[in-house]
């Protein structure tokens, strides 16, 4: 009876060891499962749509602490979400790096500007600060910030400090002009606006401490 009793610890003991052996070993494969993930392939500045050509497929550890955004959930960026701030390349996509709400804040506005040679630096990207200078020369004229000129040339400022939003390509690809769009402060637009509509916008590139 003993006998047979110690036979049966030794045969449920067996069995545990067993089981032990399979759990960890499916704990293993699960580990190393990897899923498709998005990965940011291009910079991309705040408050845009990333597009589908600035992403590519990348494969990650399903099992990983981060809150990466699924490769079949890629769609969503070109009609949904906005980047929450800058998103650089190589980047694999964080939920964190995401919001729905529009790019534009409620103190801000959107202001269209055609430059011309000499009026802005060359190399500008989506992102980038800059500094709104009024380059009006006219003794006669009236800044835009209401007061008279006098005779000043160059060198008010229109804004401290504005975003490059969106930079568009000229259909003729000359590299002489320049047309965007930038972020300024809402109380700012409509002197900037003013002085863009008159040809006499310049834009200054921050340093990047200062970005």
Known sequence: MVRERRYGLAVMAAL?????????????QKAGQRVSAVKVTQRVAPGQHIPSAAIEE????????????????RGLLTSRYFTASEVPAGTLLTGMMLTEKVGV????????????????PAGLREGDRVRVMWVGRTATQTAPTGGASGGTPAGTELAA????????????????SLSL????????????AQASANGEVALVLLPAAAQ
């Open 58 to 73: 990348i494969k990650v550890a399903e099992d990983t602490p981060v809150n990466f955004v699924r490769w079949e959930q």
């Open 105 to 120: 804040a409620t103190d801000q506005s959107v202001v269209g500007l055609s430059l011309k040679s000499g009026t802005f």
């Open 161 to 176: 400090s504005a975003t490059i939003r969106q930079v568009f390509k000229n259909d003729n690809g000359s590299s002489s």
């Open 16 to 28: 545990l060891v067993i089981a032990g052996g399979l759990g960890a070993t499916v704990l293993q």
């Open 181 to 192: 769009n930038i972020l300024v402060p809402a109380e700012k637009a409509g002197a900037v």
